[in-house]
């Protein structure tokens, strides 16, 4: 068995896994974290996707971290590519032990090696310790953000 903190792309067989860490989320309990297969299919769309990698963090055997990583290429700022992170949980157990900064350092590392020029997430206002732990790690809340919800 490891203990070594180890993050690497998802498989199928974490889908599982993922969907828990994101069902334990205080501002929007989810009901039921079970795989449905639109979720499989959604997985699979995402695997498929260069501009996409979803990845989970492991310790010691167990899921404890995951984050969808999108790579946008764009016109603007000379072409340069930009990477949305989003879906970013650390188990509940392991949060404020640097698990979570060691997860956000690879993901930065990796946009970075893959040359993007700008890395960028949303997080709701009323999560006030995550903008904290993002800030820590240089990122800066200087542009508004907007969604139109088209399904709930």
């Not at 498989?11 to 929007?28: F, G, N, Q, S, T």
């Not at 795989?35 to 404890?64: H, K, M, W």
């Not at 350092?105 to 732990?133: E, P, S």
């Amino acid at each position: 068995m490891s203990t070594e903190f180890v993050i690497r792309r998802a498989a199928r067989e974490d889908v599982a896994a993922i969907l828990a860490l994101l069902a334990d989320d205080d501002l929007r309990k989810l009901k039921d974290a079970s795989v449905t297969p639109r979720q499989f299919a959604a997985f699979d769309g995402i695997d498929r996707d260069s501009n996409q990698l979803l990845a989970v963090a492991q310790l010691a055997d167990e899921t404890v971290g995951c984050l969808q990583l999108t790579f946008i290429p764009g016109l603007s700022r000379d072409g340069m590519e930009r990477c949305q992170i989003e879906g970013v949980r650390i188990a509940r157990h392991l949060r404020g032990k640097s698990f979570g900064k060691q997860m956000l350092r690879w993901a930065i590392a990796t946009c970075r090696d893959r040359g993007c020029g700008l890395v960028q997430l949303f997080m709701d206002k009323k999560r006030l310790d995550a903008r904290r732990f993002y800030e820590s790690l240089g990122f800066k809340a200087n542009h508004q953000g907007f969604r139109l919800y088209l399904q709930d």
